[in-house]
Structures are given as C-alpha cells and as structure tokens.
C-alpha cells in the first residue's frame, strides 16, 4: 500500500462541510425565512473563497464588487438579470460590473464563489429592489457581518 506524497508548501485543503456555516443574508417570504448560508473557506486580503448555499426564492440587488469574482453553479439555478443560470454555469463578474438582480430557483442555488481581494458589496439600484421586494411582499431582515473564518487547511 503506497503512502500519499507529502503536501508541497502553500497547499491548503478545504472541506466545505467542516467549515461553519454563517447567514449573510435573511429575509422573510411571509413566514418563512429565507437566507444566504456561507462557509467561508479561505478568507485572506489576497482572496476569499466560500461555499454558498442561496435558499429557494431568495432575491438579492443589483449590485457590484470591489474586486474581480468568480461564481461556479454547483447545483440549482438561479436567475441573474433574467437568464437562467442552472448547475454547470460558470458567471465571470471583473470588478465593479454589476450583477443582479439574482432570484433564487425553486430548489434553491449551490455555488462556489470566490473574490479576488475585496469582497465588499455596494448596491447599484437600491430603488429597484425595494420595488421587486415590495411586489414579492419580501421583508429583508437586517444584515449580518460575515467573519473570516476559515475551514481547517491541511
């Protein structure tokens, strides 16, 4: 039985399911709440990596970023500016273009994002978000602060 090679320097192994999961994001849909669920996995002034799990219906704003992302569908959909972004989709988004509307698919989203350097969000439309939230009847419940906390790397 041979041994596996040693890590090389720098390599970091993440599982995404031992890391804890934070809500970035909460909303009511009548009496159901509705979030963003992140594991952040790797979080360092030179990027952030997470594992991002949006719950069916969830609508986000127009918005942009102080950083270049990337976002690959893991299972789901979910809509963005209308088109339709089921599991497989890879969404290339370079700093400060704007995104958004997102309308989470009826099973919800699975992705993984990841920023490189700045993931501070900044809406671009707040306007028209009220007016999709107000017509969804969509109560958003204050945001909470993400920290960088990280899964275990080995």
Do not use: N
Request: hydrophobic residues 40%; contains cysteine.
């Amino acid at each position: 039985m041979s041994q596996p090679p040693p890590a090389r320097a720098g390599i970091r192994f993440y599982d995404p399911m031992e890391t804890p999961v934070q809500e970035a994001v909460a909303q009511m849909h009548g009496d159901r709440r509705v979030g963003v669920h992140i594991r952040v996995m790797e979080w360092t002034p030179e990027r952030m990596v997470a594992y991002t799990r949006y719950d069916p219906g969830l609508v986000l704003p127009r918005h942009c970023h102080g950083s270049d992302s990337l976002i690959y569908i893991l299972d789901g959909e979910v809509a963005i500016d209308g088109r339709s972004c089921p599991a497989g989709t890879q969404i290339v988004l370079p700093e400060g273009a704007a995104i958004g509307p997102l309308i989470a698919g009826p099973d919800g989203c699975t992705f993984i994002e990841s920023y490189a350097g700045d993931v501070s969000a900044r809406d671009v439309d707040p306007a028209e978000y009220d007016a999709l939230i107000a017509a969804r009847g969509i109560t958003v419940i204050p945001k909470a602060h993400l920290t960088p906390q990280s899964g275990e790397g080995a």
